[in-house]
């Protein structure tokens, strides 16, 4: 069955560092794809950066980069140069290629210290 | 175009009443989702719905849930009677989907969603 898995509940980081929210999922379908939303206090759903399982690079979009490694099924989402405006929920999120469902991580708590 | 449509923002509503939320998806897309969100379960797949037909209900809560998709352009979720248990955030998501490869444009795009509190 379709499984993501964030096991971070919270997490701290001071502004300007690096940080890394951690993914894995679970599938049987060898087609697939990956995704991450941030969501701020004010509950919209920000659409960040997307993987697709047949994708040899790693996805990058700005300070968004997404480190896939297939054969461990992790899906972690990196933030360069964090930002205040970088506090947020994180959500991790699998599409299969069969029927396009597409389910949610628990979600990670960020926040960025001054 | 304007994203994603939903209505009601806010719902406040007595324990029995019916509610009914409203979705517009984006023109095009042919996938929409409904999700609620929770602190305690966090975003759960209700239903969702490709061309206009349902595809997996299997995360409907009960029978009190129901969707429809009547149309391309309309959605609604309704819960009758609702219960206090209900009270959540309930976002609508539509996405296009590439029959040919995949691509970014596989990617969910959500409403503002409905916040709903049975009392």
């Known amino acids: 069955a379709q499984k993501i898995t964030q096991t971070q509940p919270g997490m701290f980081v001071q502004e300007k560092e690096a940080v890394t929210l951690d993914c894995t999922y679970d599938?049987?379908?060898?087609?697939?794809?990956l995704f991450w939303y941030k969501q701020p206090s004010s509950g919209e759903m920000i659409f960040l950066i997307y993987?697709?399982?047949?994708?040899?690079q790693n996805a990058t979009e700005g300070r968004y980069s997404l480190n896939f490694q297939k054969a461990r099924k992790s899906a972690n989402l990196v933030i360069s140069a964090s930002q205040l405006g970088d506090s947020a929920m994180y959500f991790c999120?699998?599409?299969?290629?069969?029927?396009?469902?597409?389910?949610f991580g628990a979600g990670t708590r960020l926040f960025v210290k001054a | 175009d304007a994203g994603v449509i939903q209505s009601p923002r806010h719902e406040v509503t007595e324990m029995g009443q019916e509610v009914t939320l409203r979705c517009k998806p984006i023109?095009?897309?042919?996938?929409l989702f409904w999700y609620r969100q929770t602190m305690m379960r966090g975003l759960e797949l209700l239903i969702y719905?490709?061309?206009?037909?349902?595809?997996?209900d299997s995360g409907m809560p009960e029978d009190r849930f129901s969707a429809k998709m009547p149309n391309a352009s309309f959605s609604t979720l309704k819960i009758q009677p609702s219960e206090p248990r209900d009270s959540a955030v309930y976002f609508c998501?539509?996405?296009?989907?590439?029959?040919?490869?995949?691509?970014?444009?596989?990617?969910?795009?959500f409403g503002a969603g409905s916040r709903l509190t049975v009392l």
């Open positions: 993987q697709g399982s047949y994708d040899q």
């Open positions: 719905f490709n061309n206009n037909v349902p595809i997996d």
């Open positions: 599938t049987s379908d060898p087609s697939y794809g």
């Open positions: 023109s095009g897309h042919d996938y």
């Open positions: 999120a699998m599409r299969e290629g069969r029927g396009f469902k597409t389910i």
């Open positions: 998501a539509s996405s296009f989907s590439v029959v040919t490869r995949w691509s970014g444009a596989n990617v969910l795009t």
